[in-house]
């Protein structure tokens, strides 16, 4: 069984650009969620894509879009970068909780963006 | 709104020493309890978790126990080892696993 794997493991953006976080799901797992975790603190839910669509959605504005596609992998992007978007996103998927009754997360190892 | 508070660190133990980190909680309904730990370099691992009133989740050691009366799930172990220097992460999930909130995380260091 393979784990969470993310893309790419650290990357650098200067303010205003704009940045594309890639995630392939665990096998077997349809649910995909994103969450940002700023130096020193926990995790952040940004949002959660469940059978291509946002399933849910944490206090971030709209430039931070994402997309799941067929195969449940997903990605993040971010517009307009601003200095405080620097964090590790980490992604994490799952098994829906209405079809499985089980709501653990499995994360990946990050990707840590630095926005200068 | 739905919140996770945690003792903060960093804790400094030495090995075979007791470890006890406190974690207590609000939130709007009857949440899932987690603990996940962040070793360096790494994404989050799923410790233990426990899913009702008076349940204990328990795994490598750990155990925690869902006390709903005092909203507290308190991470214990009776003789923590330098292999178990990371840091954790309280948790609870609420509509069906959609949003997970965390705790600002604990940083533990056990010292041989």
């Known amino acids: 069984e393979t784990g969470v794997t993310q893309s790419p493991t650290h990357l650098i953006k200067t303010r205003g650009q704009q940045v594309t976080l890639r995630c392939s799901s665990q096998s077997g797992h349809n649910t995909v969620s994103w969450y940002q975790q700023a130096l020193g603190q926990g995790p952040q839910f940004i949002f959660q894509y469940y059978r291509e669509e946002e399933n849910g959605r944490g206090n971030f504005p709209p430039r931070f879009s994402g997309l799941q596609f067929p195969n449940y992998s997903s990605e993040l992007n971010v517009n307009a970068l601003e200095l405080d978007d620097s964090a590790l996103y980490l992604c994490?998927?799952?098994?829906?909780?209405?079809?499985?009754?089980?709501?653990?997360?499995?994360f990946g190892a990050g990707s840590r963006l630095t926005v200068l | 709104g739905n919140s996770v508070t945690q003792m903060e660190g960093p804790v400094t133990l030495s090995e075979e020493a007791f470890l006890t980190i406190n974690c207590t909680y609000t939130?709007?309904?009857?949440?899932?309890l987690f603990w996940y730990v962040q070793y360096p370099g790494e994404g989050l691992q799923l410790l233990l978790k426990a899913t009702k009133a008076d349940d204990k989740g328990s795994n490598k050691g750990f155990e925690a126990t869902y006390r709903k009366e005092t909203t507290s799930f308190h991470l214990e172990k009776g003789s923590v080892q330098v292999s178990d220097s990371a840091v954790y992460f309280c948790?609870?999930?609420?509509?069906?696993?959609?949003?997970?909130?965390f705790g600002p995380g604990t940083r533990l260091s056990v010292l041989p």
């Open positions: 948790a609870l999930s609420l509509n069906y696993g959609q949003n997970f909130v």
């Open positions: 994490a998927s799952s098994l829906s909780f209405r079809t499985s009754g089980a709501n653990v997360l499995t």
């Open positions: 939130a709007t309904g009857y949440p899932s």
